[in-house]
């Protein structure tokens, strides 16, 4: 998949840091660029700002967790464009607190969007990219897939087992033709911080980690990347 021209990519959790950095450097890659996420305001935003510079974009409100939304996600696409080409299973939730403080309903939350939803999307363009032979999958998980760090609890977890998934996935998919890639970003400017007392400036910004997917996206065709780990230079992020 050297030239992205015209390749249907799907970027779940596109409305805004690193999900939407990713498609605006997609698209601006020539690529058609499915721009997903709850906040439908969001979204469109993304997509008007593709298309305010020539580019070729789509926004379809879906929620990673609700299979029925994800089915129909798909759908359109496939009547829009055709099947989708690259899947960025992106969309990620953190919730930032000690195991002994954390909640049910928080564990269960990252668990549902952070590895159920990339199981989910992945189900969901399989049958396709079984079909032509061809494909790429490429989960966005953190150094917190294979780091503890502090106050993380769930987050690791969940990160942990999407890399886990990622791995098999990759064992089932390389038969196929199907590509799956592990993208590890360290501390990166976004929302995803809340107000954590973090130093900012010293973390890689959303262009920054874009950048290392699209490459990810342009790997050679006879190649497969398997994990690609990436983090700010200088400082302990
Ligand atoms: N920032 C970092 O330091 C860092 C480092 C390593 C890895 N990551 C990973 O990178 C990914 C993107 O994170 P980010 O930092 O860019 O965070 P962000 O700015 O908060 O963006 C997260 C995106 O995911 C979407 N999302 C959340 N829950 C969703 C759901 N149930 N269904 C669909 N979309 C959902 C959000 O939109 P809605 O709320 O509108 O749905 C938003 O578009 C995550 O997987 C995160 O774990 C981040």
Same mark, same amino acid.
């Given at each position: ?18 999900? *939407?950095?990713?498609?605006?450097? &997609? ?10 996420? *709850? ?12 298309? !305010? ?5 789509? @926004? ?10 994800? !089915?129909? $996600?798909?759908?359109?696409?496939? =009547? ?6 690259? $899947? ?5 939730? +953190? %919730?930032?607190?000690? /195991? ?14 952070? &590895? ?17 032979? =061809?494909?790429?999958? %490429?989960?966005?998980? !953190?150094?917190?897939?294979?780091? @503890? ?7 690791? =977890?969940?990160?942990? +087992? $999407?890399?886990?998934? #990622?791995?098999?996935?990759? &064992? ?5 033709? %199907?590509?799956?890639? @592990? ?7 976004? @929302? /995803?911080? +809340?107000?954590?007392?973090?130093? *900012? !400036?010293?973390?890689? #910004? ?9 490459? %990810? ?15 700010? /230079?200088?400082?302990?992020?």
């Amino acid at each position: 998949m050297r030239n992205l021209q015209d390749k249907i990519v799907w970027i779940t959790g596109s409305g805004r840091g690193i999900g *939407r950095a990713a498609a605006m450097t &997609l698209a601006r890659e020539g690529a058609k660029v499915v721009v997903s996420a *709850r906040t439908g305001e969001e979204i469109k935003t993304v997509v008007r700002e593709i298309e !305010s510079t020539g580019g070729q974009a789509i @926004a379809l409100v879906c929620d990673v967790t609700k299979n029925e939304q994800i !089915s129909n $996600l798909v759908e359109k696409v496939k =009547a829009k464009w055709g099947p989708i080409d690259i $899947l960025i299973n992106n969309a990620g939730i +953190g %919730i930032f607190k000690k /195991i002994s403080e954390t909640t049910k309903e928080d564990w269960e939350t990252m668990m549902d969007v952070n &590895l159920k939803g990339a199981f989910l999307c992945s189900h969901a363009v399989l049958p396709d990219m079984i079909e032509k032979k =061809a494909g790429h999958i %490429i989960n966005v998980v !953190s150094v917190a897939g294979k780091q @503890a760090y502090y106050s993380c609890g769930g987050y690791c =977890a969940s990160k942990y +087992g $999407l890399l886990g998934f #990622t791995d098999v996935l990759r &064992l089932e998919m390389r038969k196929h033709g %199907i590509k799956v890639t @592990a993208f590890l970003p360290g501390a990166t400017d976004t @929302a /995803i911080w +809340g107000d954590a007392d973090v130093d *900012r !400036s010293k973390m890689m #910004t959303p262009e920054q980690v874009a950048e290392g997917i699209v490459s %990810i996206c342009y790997s050679n065709p006879n190649v497969l990347n398997e994990e690609i780990v990436m983090r700010p /230079i200088g400082g302990d992020l």
